[in-house]
Nanobody, 123 residues
């Protein structure tokens, strides 16, 4: 079992920044991919970014590329999502998730999920 706990959400004005954290515990996940997904009210969950624990390769949705940066601290088993130039359309609950196989971009590939943290961007 892998436990994931997000933190760092909040309310910010458009153009502002937030940094989300996702702390992983339990079974080792060194061979996993860690992803951030988001879900806005009335919309489907969508992929935002992902990173491989091993090697650190990163992946981004077009909607966040150039504004969001995903990183990880292997020693702390923590993944971060630095979000800059935030827009009202970034408002959503952000979840981190862990995948051992499958498409990085598909939520169905992820076995473990955190509870989520709310990000609200005001205009």
């Amino acid at each position: 079992q892998v436990q994931l706990a997000e933190s760092g959400g909040g309310l910010v004005q458009a153009g502002g920044s937030l940094r989300l954290s996702c702390a992983a515990s339990g079974r080792t996940v060194s061979d996993h991919v860690m992803g951030w997904f988001r879900q806005a009210p009335g919309k489907e969950r969508e992929f935002a970014a992902a990173i491989r624990w091993s090697g650190g390769s990163t992946y981004y949705a077009d909607s966040v590329k150039g504004r969001f940066t995903i990183s990880r601290d292997n020693a702390k088993n923590t993944v971060y999502l630095q979000m800059n130039s935030l827009k009202p359309e970034d408002t959503a609950v952000y979840h981190c998730a862990s995948a051992s196989r499958g498409s990085i971009y598909a939520s169905g590939s992820y076995d473990y999920w955190g509870q989520g943290t709310q990000v609200t961007v005001s205009s």
